[in-house]
């Protein structure tokens, strides 16, 4: 009996950490399908309009990669010189 005594709190405590972490793995699971579901109603209602999808950027006819519309541009490759100021 004594040895229950003294395992019993840490087999609770480990129980309650499993439940929480399972909960915690099933609800990401549960997030990433609707995000991938809504992603790809996104892509067919953009097919359908013939416009281009919605995730990522689009490759250009040659090939290169083009942003898409309300990208950050990107940084400049230099700080300003004193004559840009």
Do not use: C, H
């Not at 840490?10 to 579901?37: C, P, Y």
């Amino acid at each position: 009996m004594e040895y229950v005594a003294v395992l019993l709190p840490s087999l609770v405590v480990g129980l309650l950490f499993w439940f929480a972490m399972k909960s915690i793995f099933n609800a990401d699971k549960a997030e990433r399908q609707a995000e991938a579901t809504a992603q790809a109603e996104a892509d067919a209602r953009a097919a359908a309009d013939g416009s281009a999808p919605a995730s990522g950027s689009a490759a250009g006819q040659d090939g290169t990669e083009v942003p898409r519309p309300g990208a950050a541009p990107d940084a400049p490759s230099a700080p300003p010189s004193e004559s840009d100021k």
